[in-house]
């Protein structure tokens, strides 16, 4: 089993390694960089702060987004915040603290260096932000507001309303036109990457797609960096966008680039329900909602029956028929428990049957204990003696609103119920894959020249991400840890010459792609793509989902292949391939998937412990007060599994990479 | 519920295309109009026909890429939400429901439903920024303390989500709405300030180039925007531009 190199920065102290790593760094001067093309496939937060930042230091950039524009990378869907450890508050945050938090809140599965290099960014990218104009909430004295997240002991969370990652997205949407006004970036919009060029064992460039008139593209550059997120597709439902999808960092996978860690998934708790079988995708709503909001089922089966059959409402059952189970479970974070014990919590209880809705599928999250308190709390404050009940509820209601008035109204626009006055019902659902493309210290993948940024690599979230860590990571890497690293890489190249494109290694890679579209046009099977999609993500919910166990995971890899390879048979795709066809692109996309959920399953199937949001039934505390819960084995998996594609996803041989902690201690989380 | 459904069927931009009738049946009311959209892509995938081409990602209301004119209304008939998050309870059984393409001479017809929206993108190459360089030494972000109203101004402002709503609805085919909201963002903050004459100018002489038509303050824009944005950034730019002119 081969070594592999991290390349972090060794013999100096973790502090240190970032700055000490910049200042010895080979650089490319300004005259040079014109001389120099990058790739860069996607425009979310990493990518397209990756974009602009090269740009602006003078390498030609090519970047691609499948989407109309690059303002609608899916970044833009995050809620809540971005953290960073700038102590306004004064309530000792520090960079330490915020790598200490976020390798703990891992499960200790990251890499120590990364995780603090990620920490150091994190201050600047505020500065950078607030200086592209970005309007993040502020307090009365004008200076930047900020919240608490994700159960963590400090206030470090930047937010704009409930659309942080809207407004991060368009600072670099802006920064990037500011360079396609210059012609520094080229911007091809509504293009797919589907393969990346290797020349003499180096990424030098991507053949594409153009989705509005089909024509297949050679793009050469001197370096590829893939931005394109995360895999949360693979379960179909997901709260990702409906194009999101694995296929630029599948396809560098399948040439070269090892594959880390695809089990590690992470299964957000507060999403609204599924309401039936033609679900497209599941919404979010902000983790924020359980900081005041308490989860329950009712105790007893007759209730629950009563409720689905309309006979009950639940605002009829008392305090004495409700089982709020994360308190009982947990009485020292009750509700705030981390994403991953609260769902696989509400599983829990849904899988024994107490589900609310038709689909057995959801549980209460109720704000009636929140706004009796704020009414009272207010009825005091504004010097009401002997409120009555009404005045306290409207009250109540009043702070709630202020507090979360968005998230309910988006949840009433979806589910036709007042939240106000009748419990919301949440139910798990995918939303963030921690796994992802491995990469070095320099954000490299096993491909030199080719690098993966962002939720598209693996490298800082460990086996869990905590709240508002997502943006950080994106723009970190692109705004600035790849802008350096890349440098390095690149100093090599500056009398290379324009890569050109016709050369047998391109001839070929447009040749496979075309023959697998023509496939799919000529095939005239008769199952749809979304039939197959949907039972895939079956699979994966049902099997690889918030538990995990060696016999299902067995299951899953044998129906995933069986599914497969009836795909490759029976798949129909409408249309032509010299035109704009949605169907053809989503063909691609879930045949890659159908390829990933095999390797998914293989990966959870080797790691047999349970850490962050990865759960194996086997590994669990068999006695004392954890009984019951996750349990980690540091020594046998303390390491990041990196996958090399062999073929076929089952022959994928794993590459261990082991994790060192020097300046931490290894604990067992513990939420009871 | 049982539907007609009325499409905008054109097969390419070359394609003149036409208005296509279809039959939906067993709709829940709990589907979203793009959900329903689907079931009707699976029938027509079934019975050999080529599925509508329509533009979505997100879903959940925030990417801008759907668009879709229902019923003579840009988003649909619910208020304050794009077309993905209109729901089917807003319509009844045995409805017939009209679907066409956002319309302007700026946004021309790629496919079926699909717009090409990348005028807006040039106008924002324009002047949609602040000049400033990735660094890691800008200065502090509390340096210049902002207003809380200024900032959440700014912010109301910079919630659009660039779906060329109000463009598909203003009888002009303007796009004043949604300039007015980017030029509104910058003027409300002092990192803003430096370059604002040059930005407004730069801004609006693109969005004429583009084609969009001018305003004459209906304010139907407003009342269609799914994200409530202001007729008040639209008076503001006008005030930065009639500045701008007069500096010269």
């Known amino acids: 089993m081969a070594i592999l190199d991290s390349k972090v920065p060794q013999g100096v102290p973790l502090k240190d390694k970032w700055t000490t790593y910049k200042d010895k760094i080979d650089l490319v001067n300004p005259a040079n960089k014109r001389l120099i093309d990058v790739i860069v496939v996607g425009t979310g937060l990493a990518g397209g702060s990756a974009a602009a930042t090269l740009a602006e230091l003078g390498y030609n950039v090519k970047a691609f987004a499948y989407q109309d524009s690059p303002r609608r990378a899916h970044s833009i869907a995050a809620q809540g915040g971005i953290n960073a450890a700038k102590n306004y508050q004064g309530d000792g945050d520090s960079a330490y603290r915020l790598f200490y938090d976020t390798v703990k809140g891992g499960d200790y599965r990251s890499r120590e260096a990364n995780v603090y290099r990620l920490a150091e960014v994190s201050a600047n990218i505020i500065d950078q932000c607030v200086a592209q104009g970005v309007p993040f909430a502020r307090d009365y004295g004008g200076l930047l507001d900020n919240r608490s997240f994700g159960g963590v002991l400090v206030s470090r969370t930047f937010y704009a309303k409930g659309q942080t990652g809207q407004q991060l997205l368009l600072g670099a949407y802006s920064a990037m036109n500011r360079q396609i006004a210059r012609g520094k970036i080229e911007m091809f919009n509504r293009h797919e990457m589907l393969d990346v060029v290797i020349v003499d064992g180096k990424a030098r460039g991507i053949i594409a797609r153009n989705l509005v008139t089909g024509e297949i593209e050679r793009h050469s550059a001197h370096a590829v960096v893939i931005g394109s997120g995360g895999y949360g597709n693979v379960y179909f439902l997901s709260t990702n966008a409906m194009g999101s999808n694995a296929t630029a960092a599948w396809k560098i996978h399948k040439k070269g680039a090892y594959f880390a860690n695809p089990c590690y998934t992470q299964i957000h708790p507060t999403c609204i329900p599924r309401s039936g079988d ?327 199937l080797e790691r047999n412990e349970s850490c962050g949001g990865h759960f194996r039934e086997e590994s669990v505390e068999l006695d004392g007060l954890q009984k019951g819960e996750a349990k980690r084995n540091d020594k046998d998996y303390a390491y990041v599994a990196a996958w090399e594609y062999k073929g076929e996803p089952a022959e994928a041989v794993l590459h261990k990479e082991e994790l060192e902690f020097k300046d931490i201690e290894l604990k067992q989380r513990s939420y009871k | 519920m049982n539907l007609t459904l009325k499409i905008w069927r054109q097969k390419s931009s070359a394609d003149k295309g036409q208005m296509i009738e279809y039959k939906v049946s067993e709709i829940s009311e709990h589907m979203s109009f793009l959900e329903m959209m689907d079931v009707l892509n699976e029938q027509l995938i079934a019975e050999g026909d080529e599925p509508v081409a329509f533009d979505h990602d997100c879903r959940e209301g925030i990417c801008g890429m759907c668009s879709m004119y229902i019923n003579g209304e840009a988003h649909g008939p619910d208020r304050g939400v794009t077309t993905c998050q209109l729901h089917m309870r807003m319509f009844k059984d045995g409805d017939t429901i009209t679907i066409e393409p956002f319309r302007a001479k700026a946004f021309p017809v790629i496919k079926d439903l699909v717009v090409d929206r990348t005028a807006f993108d040039r106008i924002q190459h324009a002047g949609g920024y602040i000049s400033v360089n990735t660094s890691g030494n800008t200065q502090d972000a509390n340096a210049i303390p902002i207003a809380k ?59 004429d180039l583009e084609g969009f038509g001018n305003c004459t303050n209906t304010g139907a824009c407003e009342i269609e925007c799914p994200k409530g944005i202001s007729l008040e950034n639209i008076a503001r730019m006008n005030r930065e531009y009639l500045k701008a002119s007069l500096k010269g």
């Not at chain 1, 970190?476 to 494109?501: E, M, Q």
């Not at chain 1, 995990?548 to 899953?556: F, I, T």
Request: a negative charge; aromatic letters at 10%.
């Open chain 2, 149 to 207: 109203e200024a900032a959440d101004e700014a912010m109301d402002a910079a919630t659009c989500i660039g779906c060329g709503a109000c463009v598909a609805t203003c009888k002009n085919a303007s796009a004043m709405l949604f300039v007015g909201a980017k030029v509104s963002q910058y003027a409300l903050l002092p990192q803003g300030q430096v370059e604002a004459a040059d930005r407004v100018m730069a801004m609006v002489n693109q969005m």
């Open chain 1, 278 to 604: 033609y679900q497209s995708k599941l919404t979010l709503m902000s983790e924020s909602l359980r900081n005041d909001g308490r989860i329950w089922v009712p105790k007893n089966m007759d209730d629950v029956m009563a409720i689905r059959e309309g006979r009950k409402k639940p605002t009829e059952l008392t305090e004495d028929e409700r089982d709020y189970y994360l308190e009982r479970r947990y009485p020292a974070f009750g509700n705030l428990v981390p994403r991953d014990v609260a769902s696989r919590a509400a599983k829990e209880r849904c899988d024994a049957g107490y589900g609310v809705n038709a689909t057995g599928e959801a549980v209460y999250l109720d704000f009636k204990s929140a706004i009796q308190r704020y009414g009272k709390e207010q009825a005091k404050l504004q010097g009401i003696d002997n409120p009555s009940a009404a005045k306290i509820i409207e009250l109540g209601e009043a702070i709630v609103e202020a507090k979360y008035g968005n998230l309910f109204q988006m949840y009433e626009k979806i589910v036709d119920e007042n939240p106000y006055k009748t419990p919301m019902m949440i139910y798990p659902a995918t939303h963030y894959t921690m796994g992802g493309i491995w990469v070095d210290y320099n954000l490299m993948t096993t491909i030199p020249g080719c690098y993966a940024i962002g939720e598209a690599n693996f490298s800082d979230h460990g086996a869990n991400r905590l709240g508002a860590s997502a943006l950080m990571q994106g723009l970190a890497d692109g705004y600035f840890v790849l802008p350096y690293t890349i440098g390095n890489y690149l100093s090599n190249d500056i009398r290379t010459g324009k890569i050109s494109t016709e050369t047998k290694e391109f001839d070929a890679a447009e040749k496979a792609v075309t023959e697998r579209l023509d496939f799919f046009i000529n095939n005239k099977g008769n199952h749809s793509v979304d039939y197959y999609h949907k039972k895939l993500g079956k699979i994966m919910w049902e099997k690889c989902g918030m538990s995990r166990n060696e016999a299902g995971l067995k299951d899953a890899m044998k129906e995933i292949k069986a599914l497969r390879e009836d795909f490759w048979k029976n798949v129909t795709v409408p249309g032509a391939s010299n035109e704009m066809n949605p169907e053809l692109e989503k063909a691609g996309r879930v045949a890659d998937f159908l390829e990933l959920g095999e390797l998914f399953a293989k990966d959870a």
